[in-house]
């Protein structure tokens, strides 16, 4: 095994690795935050910090607003992006006052103290969680989003950091910050259009999501895929023509990225979300989706149609008991084989 | 170039940064309670399987080590009260389990059927957090003060164990040993920690209060028509359904490890319906919603009833067989025509409750084969065809005659009026969208219905349940591969009872066993109903646990102590006045006085009570007069926790128990992934922590030396056995063979005498940490899959014992029963599946106080968890329709204040589209801890008791533990809110 | 010596990559205006002190995300007129010290072009003072050898308003060397 081979120029990398996430099957259980929490980032500088996060959509997303507040207008014209802020943007990593609770059980009444967050919490990485949009009951709506660095072919936070910090490793692609070389300046934070690069105000270097670098290296799945019980992630590389990446994205188009339009190309991709119907006034189901498709539009492009499309006629065929390769690696009979990465460095853990 | 020094970049340090994320793992936000050391033990029992990182000396290093561990151990989280197994790796560095992950080492059951894996969801994902957390106890402590004060002393060991059982001692010989309480969960493991609970409580002759049905978990509908309340296979059996609907269930929340199998049955064709008020996180994946009316769920059934047979699609061979639709009815008594009416005075006693059918062509009743008392068990019919529709005149044994109909037809008449513009009134839902629903299900060739343990809260419940059924029943999909109904199963592991009845190890001791709970006679009985084929070996075993529960379980439930003694008596009967005949204490005098329930402890309210991740201050209804009326006459209450609760917080004692990494157990064994699931100790007990089998041997030793010492008389019991604490230990431990650290050979034990687990080697099981099951097990409580087929291979679907080899069901009548013609239910018009409108309880007001179960807590573990409030809001949180609440001028996020005519709260508000206007929707198990004044929703809930489930007297309708008694009732609470912005005292 | 300088701000339009570059290049205004220098050579090597306007400061960004603390940062050529506003170039290094406001120890630093600054341990006979009165910053560097100033006798600083969000190449510097005399 050796090191990452570094490179600046996105276009080099030897292969790329990504992801295919796809949105039906997702519970917003959150194990995959957890997952990827557990493993990096529990450090004083980064106890706030998501890599990996699952967001209700719609809603102001994690870190706040981020669409908002991004390096790039839907056009994919540069712009100044915002550092958001630790209380209003990400939500503070709160402590909690167990011990005076548990103290103060037989004080009287007013004078209890409760447990709850040492501070008055406004906003966290899962404050909207279950809130949605629209009107009971005739639209409704809402869906998981999981987030996490896109590892774009054109890293916005690459070309932004003047100090060449930010890399792709020739390997597998998967863009990285060198600890040892960021200085903190946060241009990076700045420019990343989807908010994924974070800040460790501690260290005073930014981190980001590593794909699971060390476990790549191994050929053991990134934490957040392999620890999800709902099964809804593919891992593998673009060039694979057997391995799924390159058949949901590729062959059948229906792994689609988040905000085309910002251009940088990412690498996570996403099966959209069909949604029941909606009700009319007299509570009868319409032909209509609940989720919007102006909102699928704004987040997926002007395939995300086209890609229901797909997901729904390859559903009725099988429904009619006709075969569907499709169906087949979405159902994931064999989970193992939702992960097509190199199997010569598989260790037994 | 100078290289970079690292260090030199900021504080702090890079090495810090290293040692500060082993500390943030371990600490999470707050100091471990209490006097908590961290440089616990290390010692991994399971050697082998460290991990270094390669130093490659660039920056990636310092993550590639991160990535490391000394260890890995097979594990579990043993009694996390969560209807999942999953298989997890234990990383062990530095003696402290750093992380967690899933083993995913499972396998398809069959081709073309999805795998298990990975499993283990976001709680498992960081039990260490829980286990190093801040409310973690390591230490026996000893109240100070008042109870609940707040203020405790360290003890030691010694201190803790020998002053808890002189005081046990003394109260035992005032009030009697039946005044010892433990309630039989949801801390349930299947090894060495409960049945270390168990055993001490069973020889101790304490009371064994069942909390089914309090927690409004029991399926009673299920008891009342299948005899058993527990109904479910594996999961993977949801990917075969073409058309899944859930109906009072949550997967996508509440089954996380199996959720997938029905999205995967969609992209498999299957159409998912969701029945819900609230658009859940199930719901979204849905191809239907239906958004009904809260409590209405038994029209939408009905309507599907009506429309299934009303558009042709009655199975109607099956329900002929398997069903009561047959049996013949009495039209002047409502009463099934039974072997009394037909056979007289004069006939055989045990086939008084003989049921018949209509023989069409001899035009006479006939014995129904399998009923009650009928000559054979099986339920086949020779002869004949008999009709499920028709009314007949019967010539009884008196000579008087009497009409006599079928249930069929007596269904079919009550459901005519349930058309879908009737089921619209009720549900507000669209007659078009029930429509589409009913067409769908009836057309549908494995309709399954998930109904799962939340589905049991209303008062109603039981009715909802029974509707269900019948929709299935009616789609002869109940006991068919790929449909059926899905509450939940468990795999019967019956070593765990021999374990803990056990006095002595080897065959002497298991002779003992058997004639403890069967006479010679009954067991010639047996050998003659086995070899006539009058009974199955399993109905004879389901009988025989019955009866040996009867005989020396001093078995209760949760409800009917809180009803004798926790001063909600008046309160109950006001709740329900009018809704029956008779006022509700009228039901519970009758049903005492009947034998069909009874009331311990004999002399008056528990006197000891012992804790032990089971959280009663936490979950009981109306908790306020629980602590002013019942707890404190409590003389004694020990807390055998591992961590702080709010039951804990008003305990006199805390005997740290050790977490689920640090003890050998069997994660508890629902059918849902028909594996074994072994949990390994990667870690010594965290501090002074010690695993309950070691807890309760050690207390077992101290009162039976007290005992010895002072020649303490034989106790009573509870009336049925005496109990000598003389003998105590060494019955504990069985004459000595079992020792304070045994746990694993315990455990081990339970294995081995389980034939569901026959041919696993438990050595192989402690490397792999699963290990599929052999078969389904025998068919004891609570394992109902009555699959003799299954040898772990293929999904388990259940019940075939029944619909393939025409086995009876352990009903009255042997038949799937819908109609009970018990008195009671009679009398208040329940004898057939019905709606009924949901109860105002707590008075009237204008929300529904709804309650689901979390994704974020199993109970009220996780709910204090730093890690995980942080991914919430913080704090408990009310959900209320986001228009209805702006209206009421609540915000996000605002306070609200919470009341009915029993109490007022305060809580967050949290707006929502996903929550039905009227409906104030929490999702469950706060501590009254997170609440301002220490006063949680459960203040405000009175816990509504159906009179009819204190009925007994009849085959199937009688008290069991897991299988029918009176609970305590949720989803029918009614509150007002309002905000709250003035910081006042309540 | 004492004298006080205009300062101008660092051209952003220069810097690497295509972000800043595009989104910063109309920031032509420093984010603090002068600054007063003075500079003192004896046994003791070089103390020099600097002092600024700073309403606003920010001592430690440790807080939260979006602060950036104040800092000021000496240099001078190891080549004489190695270019100042590009931060030197290939081999003709420019070096000094950094002090910020969240550290008592000074850092050394030394770049050859832009987004090419190294940060590494001072020498132990580099000290700093800082004092914040009266709306001013005032920061003495005591520099007991520094051979690259005793070489050139060239010397340039840069200031940092953390409450502006100045960081990197944003920021205000003198607009070429200064002589100073030993």
């Not at chain 2, 090495?15 to 961290?38: E, I, N």
């Not at chain 2, 101290?702 to 034989?714: C, D, F, K, L, V």
């Not at chain 2, 078969?775 to 609570?782: D, H």
């Amino acid at each position: 095994m050796s090191g990452s081979e570094k490179t600046n120029e996105p276009d080099t990398v030897d292969r790329q690795l990504a992801m295919v996430i796809d949105l039906n099957k997702c519970l917003g259980c959150q194990t995959c935050t957890v997952a990827c929490k557990k493993l990096w980032n529990r450090d004083a500088g980064t106890d706030y910090a998501y890599w990996n996060n699952v967001e209700t959509q719609p809603g102001k997303g994690y870190p706040a607003l981020w669409p908002e507040t991004g390096g790039r207008s839907g056009a994919g014209e540069v712009k100044r992006g915002e550092v958001p802020d630790l209380d209003s943007g990400y939500g503070r990593a709160w402590d909690f006052n167990h011990r005076a609770a548990f103290e103060s059980a037989a004080k009287p009444a007013g004078e209890k103290a409760w447990l709850q967050p040492n501070e008055e919490a406004h906003w966290g990485a899962n404050w909207d969680e279950d809130r949605g949009a629209g009107h009971y009951p005739e639209d409704n709506h809402y869906f998981y989003l999981p987030r996490l660095c896109n590892h774009c072919t054109h890293p916005a936070c690459l070309n932004a950091c003047p100090r060449h910090a930010i890399y792709k490793d020739k390997r597998n692609g998967i863009v990285l910050v060198d600890q040892d070389s960021c200085h903190g300046y946060r241009f990076c934070v700045e420019a990343c259009p989807y908010k994924k690069v974070y800040f460790d105000p501690m260290r005073q270097v930014t981190t980001k999501c590593l794909f699971c670098l060390p476990r790549i290296e191994e050929g053991v799945p990134m934490a957040c895929a392999r620890q999800c019980p709902g099964r809804l992630r593919f891992v593998g590389y673009r060039d694979d023509p057997e391995g799924p990446i390159w058949k949901l994205v590729e062959k059948w188009k229906v792994a689609l990225p988040l905000h085309p339009e910002y251009g940088l190309a990412p690498n996570v991709f996403y099966l959209p979300p069909l949604s029941p119907p909606k009700l009319d006034a007299a509570g009868r189901p319409t032909a209509e989706p609940r989720i919007p498709m102006y909102h699928l539009e704004s987040l997926f492009g002007e395939t995300v149609g086209a890609a229901l499309e797909t997901l729904r006629s390859e559903r009725r065929k099988r429904r009619r008991g006709e075969p569907s390769e499709l169906m087949d690696i979405l159902i994931a009979y064999d989970w193992h084989k939702s992960f097509a990465l190199s199997s010569e460095h598989e260790v037994s853990r | 170039m100078a290289a970079m020094d690292a260090s030199a970049v900021s504080s702090p340090t890079r090495r810090d940064f290293l040692k500060l994320s082993t500390a943030a793992a371990l600490v999470s936000g707050g100091l471990p309670l209490f006097h908590f050391q961290r440089e616990a033990s290390a010692a991994s029992l399971t050697p082998g399987g460290g991990r270094r990182a390669q130093k490659l000396g660039s920056w990636e290093d310092l993550y590639r080590e991160r990535w490391t561990w000394d260890s890995v151990v097979k594990g579990s989280h043993g009694w996390a009260n969560c209807r999942s197994m999953c298989a997890w790796d234990l990383f062990v560095k530095d003696g402290v389990v750093v992380r967690e992950e899933q083993s995913a080492s499972y396998e398809a059951s069959e081709p073309g059927v999805p795998d298990f894996n990975p499993r283990g969801c976001q709680k498992g994902a960081c039990y260490t957090e829980v286990m190093y957390g801040p409310s973690r106890l390591t230490v026996p402590m000893k109240r100070l003060g008042e109870r609940g004060s707040g203020k405790w002393q360290r003890i030691s060991w010694d201190q803790a164990i020998e002053e808890i059982a002189q005081k046990m001692v003394l109260i035992a010989e005032e009030h009697g040993t039946d005044t010892i309480y433990q309630d039989l969960g949801p801390n349930f493991d299947h090894g060495g920690t409960t049945v270390g609970r168990f055993k001490f409580q069973m020889k101790a002759g304490g009371i064994f209060a069942d909390m089914w049905a309090e927690i409004g978990d029991l399926n009673i509908g299920a008891s009342l028509t299948l005899g058993m309340a527990h109904i479910g296979g594996s999961s993977d059996e949801w990917f075969l359904s073409d058309f899944p609907v859930v109906w009072m269930m949550n997967p996508s929340v509440t089954q996380i490890s199996d959720a997938h199998f029905l999205f995967e049955a969609q992209n498999n064709g299957a159409e998912l319906t969701v029945i819900d008020p609230h658009y859940t996180a199930t719901a979204i994946h849905a191809d239907h919603w239906l958004p009904l009316q809260t409590g209405s769920d038994a029209a939408l059934g009905l309507a599907v009833a009506r429309h299934i047979w009303a558009s042709g699609k009655l199975e109607v061979d099956y329900v002929r067989e398997q069903t009561d639709f047959p049996l013949l009815v009495r039209l002047d008594t409502g009463r099934f025509l039974r072997g009394e009416d037909m056979l007289g005075e004069t006939g055989d006693d045990e086939k008084r409750n003989v049921t018949f059918l209509w023989n069409p062509d001899a035009r006479r009743p006939e014995q129904a084969p399998g009923s009650e008392g009928a000559d054979s068990g099986k339920l086949v019919v020779d002869g004949f065809v008999p009709p499920i529709e028709g009314v007949f005149e019967v010539t009884l044994a008196d000579g008087s005659t009497v009409s006599v109909t079928t249930v069929g037809s007596i269904l079919k008449e009550q459901l005519d009026p349930w058309t879908f513009d009737q089921a619209a009134a009720v549900t507000d839902l669209a007659p078009e969208l029930i429509e589409q629903f009913a067409d769908g299900f009836a057309k549908a060739q494995r309709p399954m219905i998930f109904s799962s343990w939340g589905a049991n809260r209303f008062f109603h419940s039981d009715l909802m349940n029974r509707v269900k059924l019948l929709c299935l029943a009616m789609k002869g999909a109940i006991g068919k591969k790929g449909a059926g109904y899905q509450s939940t199963g468990f795999m019967g592991m019956a070593g765990f009872g021999s374990a803990l009845q056990l006095n002595r190890t080897g065959m002497l001791g298991q002779i003992e066993l058997m004639l403890g709970t069967m006479s010679a006679s009954k067991l010639f009985d047996i050998v003659v109903d086995l070899l006539r084929g009058r009974k199955s070996q399993e109905e004879i075993i389901f009988n025989q646990v019955s009866e040996g529960e009867d005989a020396l379980v001093c078995a209760t439930n949760v409800s009917t102590i809180g009803y004798h003694h926790q001063g909600i008596r008046e309160s109950l009967n006001h709740e329900i006045d009018g809704l029956y005949p008779r006022p509700l204490d009228a039901y519970v005098q009758e049903a005492e006085e009947k034998g069909w329930q009874n009331n311990l402890p004999r002399g008056g309210q528990p006197r000891i009570y012992i804790t032990g991740g089971t959280n009663l201050l936490r979950r009981t209804n109306q908790t306020q007069a629980m602590l002013d009326n019942m707890w404190p006459k409590i003389d004694l209450v020990i807390a055998v926790e591992k961590k702080m609760t709010f039951t804990v917080m008003n305990a006199d004692y805390i005997l740290p128990a050790a977490g689920w990494y640090e003890k050998p157990g069997i994660k508890y064994t629902l059918a849902y992934t028909p594996y074994l699931h072994y949990c390994g100790a990667a870690v010594e007990p965290v501090g002074e922590s010690k695993d309950e089998w070691e807890i309760f041997w050690l207390l077992s030793k101290s009162i039976e030396e007290i005992a010895r010492r002072q020649n303490t008389p034989e106790f009573e019991g509870c009336g049925k056995q005496a109990v000598d604490w003389k003998r105590l230990h060494q019955d504990y431990s069985c004459q000595g063979a079992y020792g304070a650290k045994d746990a694993e050979k315990v455990t081990q034990h339970v294995i081995e005498n389980s034939p569901s687990c026959q041919g696993i080697e438990f050595e192989d099981l402690q490397k792999t940490g699963i290990k599929k099951f052999t078969s389904a097990g025998l068919n004891i409580s609570p394992t109902f899959h009555f699959n003799p087929d299954w040898k772990g291979d293929g999904v388990l679907t259940t019940l075939t014992h029944f619909t393939k080899y025409k086995w009876r069901w352990p009903t009255m009548t042997g038949r799937q029963q819908f109609y009970l013609d018990h008195p009671w239910f009679l009398e208040s018009g329940e004898a057939l599946p019905t709606h009924k409108e949901s109860p105002k309880a707590g008075g009237d007001y204008p929300f529904q106080l709804v309650s689901c179960h979390s994704r974020w807590s199993i109970h009220s573990t996780f709910r204090d968890t730093p890690l995980l409030l942080r991914l919430q809001r913080g704090e408990p949180v009310l959900y209320l329709n986001e228009r209805e609440a702006q209206s009421a001028g609540l915000g996000d996020g605002d306070w609200g204040e919470i009341y009915n005519d029993l109490d007022t709260i305060r809580m967050r508000i949290k707006l929502s589209t996903m929550v039905r206007p009227g409906v104030a929707y929490y999702f469950h198990a706060w501590e009254p801890t997170q609440f301002p004044d220490h006063k949680s929703y459960k203040w405000l809930i009175p816990g509504l008791m159906k009179p009819l489930h204190m009925a007994g007297g009849q085959r199937h309708i009688h008290f069991g533990i897991n299988h029918l008694q009176s609970g305590s009732f949720v989803q029918d609470t009614r509150v007002g809110i309002r905000p709250w912005t003035a910081d006042t005292t309540i | 010596m004492r004298k006080t300088f205009d300062l101008i701000a660092a051209p952003a339009g220069t810097e690497p990559g295509d972000y800043v570059p595009r989104v910063y290049a109309a920031r032509n205004l420093p984010a603090t205006s002068s600054a007063t220098l003075e500079v003192q050579h004896g046994d003791a090597g070089w103390r020099v002190s600097l002092g600024w306007h700073c309403p606003d400061p920010v001592r430690d960004a440790s807080g939260n995300t979006n602060l950036f603390v104040d800092a000021a940062a000496l240099l001078a050529p190891t080549v004489a007129d190695a270019q100042w506003i590009t931060m030197g170039a290939p081999d003709k290094a420019v070096e000094g010290a950094l002090w910020r406001a969240d550290r008592e120890e000074l850092l050394r630093i030394r770049a050859e072009g832009l987004g090419t600054v190294k940060r590494q341990q001072p020498p132990n006979h580099w000290k700093a003072h800082s004092d914040w009165s009266e709306a001013r910053w005032s920061v003495t560097f005591e520099l007991a050898s520094w051979p690259a100033l005793d070489d050139h006798n060239q010397l340039a600083f840069a200031i940092w308003r953390g409450a502006a969000a100045d960081r990197g190449g944003l920021k205000a510097i003198v607009p070429q060397w200064i002589a100073v005399e030993p």
